[in-house]
T-cell receptor, first 115, second 114 residues
């Protein structure tokens, strides 16, 4: 079966420090991969998505970047965190072929607090 | 582009009350439709789905019917429990640009009192 791992679960970082959140998927190949951010009491904001290795699409300009160094690995990074980067970050994957269903499967999330 | 609109929350109900959370969508193609549930501090879990018109998705007493004529996918449950308290997201995926990027509504918070 397919599983998705996202870590760390909780992170407290000072303003100006770097960030690296990692997400890996098991049990599937060539998935679509996504990073979402959820501010307190708000909906999901799609930050980045990837349809293949090295292919990254950014949905909103911001202080963050994403990379996909391997087929089932998706990394969210920042060189210098801002207070406004605080939030709940969710990684997700979905199948690239409608035959296998197109629902998204989510990791457990990372609660990032920038202080 | 594609979009999902769902009713503002929070929705506050007493235990055993009937639940409806409205969801409507716009899509350029023929999307699949989903409801997700998010419990506090957790990621989203797929609750149910429907892939074509008039399909009814169901799970854990929740139901939603894919209504193409009204572009709606309303979530219903006949008798809610305190454990149903969570945030519910309506979503769709559509073949846009060759990929099925999911589009989510803003979420509706459900609070069930004993």
């Amino acid at each position: 079966s397919q599983t998705i791992h996202q870590w760390p679960a909780t992170l407290v970082q000072p303003v100006g420090s770097p960030l690296s959140l990692e997400c890996t998927v098991e049990g599937t190949s060539n998935p679509n991969l996504y990073w979402y951010r959820q501010a307190a009491g708000r909906g999901l904001q799609l930050l980045f998505y990837s349809v293949g290795i090295g292919q990254i699409s950014s949905e909103v300009p911001q202080n963050l970047s994403a990379s996909r160094p391997q087929d089932r690995q998706f990394i969210l990074s920042s060189k210098k965190l801002l207070l406004s980067d605080s939030g709940f970050y969710l990684c997700a994957w979905s199948a690239i072929d409608k035959i296998w269903g197109t629902e998204a499967f989510f990791g457990q999330g990372t609660r990032l607090t920038v202080v | 582009g594609d979009s999902v609109t769902q009713m503002e929350g929070p929705v506050t109900l007493s235990e055993e009350a009937f639940l409806t959370i409205n969801c409507t969508y716009t899509a350029t193609g023929y999307p699949s439709l989903f409801w997700y549930v998010q419990y506090p501090g957790e990621g989203l879990q797929l609750l149910l789905k429907a892939t074509k018109a008039d399909d009814k998705g169901s799970n854990k007493g929740f139901e939603a019917t894919y209504r193409k004529e009204t572009t709606s996918f309303h979530l219903e449950k006949g008798s809610v429990q305190v454990s149903d308290s969570a945030v519910y997201f309506c979503a769709l995926s559509d073949r846009s640009g060759g990929s099925y990027i999911p589009t989510f509504g803003r979420g509706t918070s459900l609070i069930v009192h004993p």
